[in-house]
């Protein structure tokens, strides 16, 4: 692994093998780390082992996403435009004009975002588990607004302290807040993020969770912006909580040039999901080569 500063936020990365560039975008919410796509991965994702299995074909790009992992952060309003940014600044770090981006989760937000934002860096979208629906949005909501009811109740040394208890935030209690791993690995950021302004703070996460998760939609791009995206995508649906079979099909209804794989998780083998990788991105080339 690597470190290098992106925009402006100590990011850690990865790049294995030297064919078509592919962007990760890892699943896991807000704990977005390349380790979710190995070790600490799910059924799908730990036997695949994406981030080598496909070095054989692609050139792969993996990250562990700002405010993630062992990756940086900055106290700021989230935006999914800003998530896109730090995905892009990733791209050119490595010297890729163009890639595949590949979500998982709620990675799928950031690409989808990268889509709009940034479709000349797009060759294609391949989104396994769009997030989104009720509870998805629910979730959401309960994990911003927890958060800033400790803050307000204990104040922010108290969400530094259970910050570096927790070390993530949307796997536990929300009491650390998003910032949670930054917190936890950076006594400096930690430091800092005592001495800030309370409300300040607190207006920030308002406005990220208002920003985030402002309907049952799938997160990331809007519904206008879905429908004016001209960028090849290739959607593979859950079916929990999170990952609504209709986040799914309403990225099909929305988006103009999309595909729908018909296999549901009990078929997403780590072979049915590794085939639809490598063969999605292969119908893609095709038809950007023969337009």
Same mark, same amino acid.
């Given at each position: 692994?690597?470190?290098?500063?992106?925009?402006?936020?100590?990011?850690?990365?990865?790049?294995?093998?030297?064919?078509?560039?592919?962007?990760?975008?890892?699943?896991?919410?807000?704990?977005?780390?390349?380790?979710?796509?190995?070790?600490?991965?799910?059924?799908?994702?730990?036997?695949?082992?994406?981030?080598?299995?496909?070095?054989?074909?692609?050139? +792969? #790009? =993996?990250? $562990?996403?700002?405010? !993630?992992? @062992?990756?940086?952060?900055?106290?700021?309003?989230?935006?999914?435009?800003?998530?896109?940014?730090?995905?892009?600044?990733?791209?050119?770090?490595?010297?890729?004009?163009?890639?595949?981006?590949?979500?998982?989760?709620?990675?799928?937000?950031?690409?989808?975002?990268?889509?709009?934002?940034?479709?000349?860096?797009?060759?294609?979208?391949?989104?396994?588990?769009?997030?989104?629906?009720?509870?998805?949005?629910?979730?959401?909501?309960?994990?911003?607004?927890?958060?800033?009811?400790?803050?307000?109740?204990?104040?922010?040394?108290?969400?530094?302290?259970?910050?570096?208890?927790?070390?993530?935030?949307?796997?536990?209690?929300?009491?650390?807040?998003?910032?949670?791993? +930054? #917190? =936890?690995? $950076?006594?400096?950021? !930690?430091? @800092?993020?005592?001495?800030?302004?309370?409300?300040?703070?607190?207006?920030?996460?308002?406005?990220?969770?208002?920003?985030?998760?402002?309907?049952?939609?799938?997160?990331?791009?809007?519904?206008?912006?879905?429908?004016?995206?001209?960028?090849?995508?290739?959607?593979?649906?859950?079916?929990?909580?999170?990952?609504?079979?209709?986040?799914?099909?309403?990225?099909?209804?929305?988006?103009?040039?999309?595909?729908?794989?018909?296999?549901?998780?009990?078929?997403?083998?780590?072979?049915?999901?590794?085939?639809?990788?490598?063969?999605?991105?292969?119908?893609?080339?095709?038809?950007?080569?023969?337009?």
């Amino acid at each position: 692994m690597a470190s290098a500063t992106i925009d402006g936020i100590k990011t850690i990365y990865q790049v294995t093998g030297n064919g078509t560039p592919l962007l990760m975008l890892a699943p896991g919410g807000f704990d977005s780390t390349m380790a979710k796509w190995g070790s600490g991965g799910n059924a799908t994702w730990k036997p695949l082992d994406p981030l080598n299995s496909l070095a054989d074909e692609f050139k +792969v #790009i =993996a990250y $562990d996403r700002r405010e !993630a992992g @062992a990756s940086g952060g900055r106290i700021e309003t989230f935006t999914w435009e800003a998530y896109a940014r730090h995905a892009v600044a990733m791209l050119d770090h490595v010297g890729a004009k163009k890639a595949f981006i590949l979500g998982g989760c709620m990675g799928c937000s950031v690409a989808t975002a990268i889509g709009h934002y940034y479709p000349d860096r797009c060759l294609g979208l391949l989104l396994h588990w769009p997030v989104g629906g009720w509870r998805w949005m629910k979730k959401g909501h309960e994990k911003l607004d927890g958060h800033a009811a400790f803050v307000r109740q204990h104040g922010l040394a108290a969400a530094v302290e259970r910050a570096k208890q927790l070390k993530s935030f949307w796997a536990g209690d929300p009491d650390g807040g998003p910032w949670t791993s +930054v #917190i =936890a690995t $950076d006594p400096e950021f !930690a430091q @800092a993020f005592v001495k800030q302004d309370r409300d300040r703070y607190l207006a920030h996460v308002q406005q990220s969770r208002l920003n985030l998760f402002n309907d049952t939609m799938p997160s990331g791009a809007t519904g206008d912006q879905l429908l004016a995206m001209k960028v090849p995508t290739a959607v593979m649906s859950g079916d929990d909580a999170s990952h609504a079979t209709s986040a799914a099909h309403t990225l099909r209804e929305l988006m103009p040039i999309v595909t729908l794989s018909p296999l549901m998780p009990p078929q997403q083998t780590p072979q049915a999901v590794g085939q639809w990788i490598r063969e999605s991105a292969r119908a893609m080339q095709k038809t950007a080569v023969a337009a």
